[in-house]
């Protein structure tokens, strides 16, 4: 069984950056894609963007040029940067293990205008 822990979350002005982590342990970390997702209030969860094994990712077209993500392997973590905060950027964001759906407990982030 996976456990996945995310961090880095917080309250950043319109405009701002943040780099969220998401620390798993148990499994096989390097082999597995894995994915951030997002949920706002009264809204479904959505998917931010994925990176598999290799360091290949993918984006919601609404994120592509302001979010980047990357894995380090080693520490059996994935982050992602967040840059040109949007208040509707407003979520709880979560990391997840792709193929097994395993999702952590989401970390909060708060855009204000």
């Known amino acids: 069984q996976v456990q996945l822990v995310e961090s880095g979350g917080g309250l950043v002005q319109a405009g701002g950056s943040l780099r969220l982590s998401c620390a798993a342990s148990?499994?096989?970390?390097?082999?597995?894609?894995m994915g951030w997702y997002r949920q706002a209030p009264g809204k479904q969860r959505e998917l931010v963007a994925t990176i598999n094994s290799i360091g290949g990712s993918n984006y919601a077209d609404s994120m592509k040029g302001r979010f980047t993500v990357s894995r380090d392997n080693a520490k059996k973590r994935v982050y992602l940067q967040m840059n040109s905060l949007k208040p509707e950027d407003t979520a709880v964001y979560y990391c997840r293990v792709e193929s097994l759906d395993y999702w952590g407990q989401g970390t909060q982030v708060t855009v204000s205008s």
């Open positions: 148990g499994g096989i970390f390097s082999l597995y894609t």
